[in-house]
């Protein structure tokens, strides 16, 4: 039925890169058999899912949304994917997203943009826009993002779905293309809170092949978004992420919600994050600065695409070459502001500065969860806007992480679901709760979805 699904409607909405589905159907039948011969089988058995196009996964070529990648097949599962064909998930394909997960509207995909299955003239978001159009197009139930500055929140919100960053170290990376390896997270995105619990569940935990993978049980989170129980709870509101630049229907559909968390026995505060302003510049700093790292291994000679090699040019030519047709404007942009904000005699200006800001906002997460057992905010600070609104704009593009980008800096996990619709057009509420503490996010979503 997915795949059914897909030849109808993906023409239209282009979620999907690659469609896998001789490896899917025979993943299926693989199931039913083990059903009737009467095996244990996974919690998702037989689900289908679609996975963000920055894992790598046996069988299926990996492009991160960029020409640089055109033609590689890793030879290895990511350990998401190993995980998730343990839970017996059956993967329909890859998914479209921003290159190398730069973006806010998967409108920086080499391939072409995803659209919004709301509205087919507005953008998903991004950077895991062809994961959240799959879901919310009805191609997938279930799909896998990666959240650097707000990747999996920022689409989920816009497209009326459920979407978690775990706690940074919660989900292993190996396997993950590395965009920035200090804030990258994977997670689900899926159209409930349990399917979502379910999701997480399947994927987390320790991972030997992630050294910033952590040695913790997973946090209990399919139980917590069964309770639907959270008098008590205290809620803080963050004051800096509202005001100027929020949509009226954005907070109106947010204010609703809260009063909502208040009428099923939640006790609302206040809470003051005075360094939440500085997040995003601090984000563009380090963001920017370890990419210009990361993607120095696409040399032209190790992964995917190799241009102008007509058999004199030197090594540094053709990698020269292949890099100037093989990445987008917005990846050469980040390469260059990393590298600069990296050089020696800007470096403590630039990098160690943004390092200090995090730390600040570190702290500021801290002190507010010293008031609440959870904190709230938009997920988005507008609907889904149309494709093209903003690609001349870098900065206003930015923007659409402005609620999303603190958690990545400080590591906590941080989920939005549906608050609502605006126009027409959904939108979210983000619910934020300290490291490892996810399954509050699980009980929050859980209570407020029921
Ligand atoms: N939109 C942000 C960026 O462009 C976040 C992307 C992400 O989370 N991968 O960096």
Redo the contacts with the bound molecule.
């Keep these: 039925a997915a795949l059914d699904r897909i030849a109808k409607v993906d023409d239209a909405v282009h979620a999907f890169l690659h469609v896998d589905a001789e490896g899917a159907l025979a993943a299926a039948r693989a199931v039913d058999v083990r059903r009737a011969a009467g095996e244990r089988l996974g919690p998702l058995a037989g689900v289908p899912l679609a996975l963000k196009d920055v894992f790598t996964a046996r069988g299926m070529p990996t492009t991160c949304g960029s020409r640089i990648l055109e033609g590689w097949r890793p030879p290895y599962d990511a350990t998401v994917v190993s995980r998730l064909r343990a839970a017996d998930v059956v993967i329909l394909g890859k998914v479209n997203m ?1 290159e190398f ?4 509207s998967t409108e920086n995909s080499a391939y072409g943009p995803t659209r919004n299955p709301w509205d087919l003239t507005r953008i998903p978001g ?2 895991s826009g062809g994961s959240a159009a799959a879901v919310a197009a009805f191609e997938a139930p279930l799909s896998i993002g ?6 999996i929140r ?1 689409p989920a919100a816009v497209c009326g779905l459920v979407g978690v960053k775990p706690t940074y170290g919660g989900v292993s990376r190996y396997g993950l293309v590395a ?1 920035s390896s200090s804030l990258d997270q994977a997670g689900p995105i899926t159209r409930t809170v349990a399917d979502a619990a379910l999701l997480h569940a399947a994927i987390a935990g320790h991972d030997p092949m992630d050294s910033t993978s952590v040695e913790l049980p997973v946090p209990p989170v399919v139980e917590a978004a069964g309770r639907r129980d959270i008098r008590g709870m205290r809620v803080g509101v963050v004051r800096e992420l509202a005001g100027e630049g929020y949509d009226p229907g954005v907070q109106a559909a947010f204010d609703a919600a809260v009063a909502e968390l208040a009428g099923l026995g939640a006790e609302v505060v206040e809470v003051s994050c005075p360094h939440f302003t500085y997040a995003m510049a601090a984000y563009y700093l380090i ?1 920017p600065s370890e990419c210009s790292s990361n993607l120095a291994r696409f040399d032209a000679m190790r992964f995917g695409l190799r241009a102008g090699d007509d058999g004199r040019a030197g090594a540094e030519e053709v990698m020269s070459r292949t890099r100037d047709v093989g990445f987008g404007a917005e990846v050469k942009r980040r390469v260059m502001l990393g590298t600069y904000a990296l050089s020696s005699g800007y470096y403590d200006a630039y990098y160690g500065q943004a390092q200090k800001v995090r730390t600040l906002i570190s702290r500021d997460f801290a002190a507010a969860y010293e008031q609440a057992d959870v904190l709230v905010s938009p997920t988005t600070p507008t609907p889904a806007f149309p494709i093209g609104d903003k690609v001349d704009d870098p900065v206003a593009m ?1 923007l ?2 402005l609620c999303t980008i603190p958690s990545n800096l400080a590591g906590g996990p941080a989920m939005s679901l549906p608050s609502g619709l605006v126009d027409g057009l959904p939108v979210g509420i983000q619910i934020m709760a300290p490291a490892f503490a996810d399954d509050r996010l699980y009980l929050v979503g859980g209570a407020l979805e029921a």
Excluded at 101 to 104: F, P, T
Excluded at 146 to 151: F, K, L, M, V
């Design positions: 921003d997960a730069m973006g806010s991004g950077s990666t959240d650097t500055g707000g990747s920022q965009f963001a930015y659409s992480d």
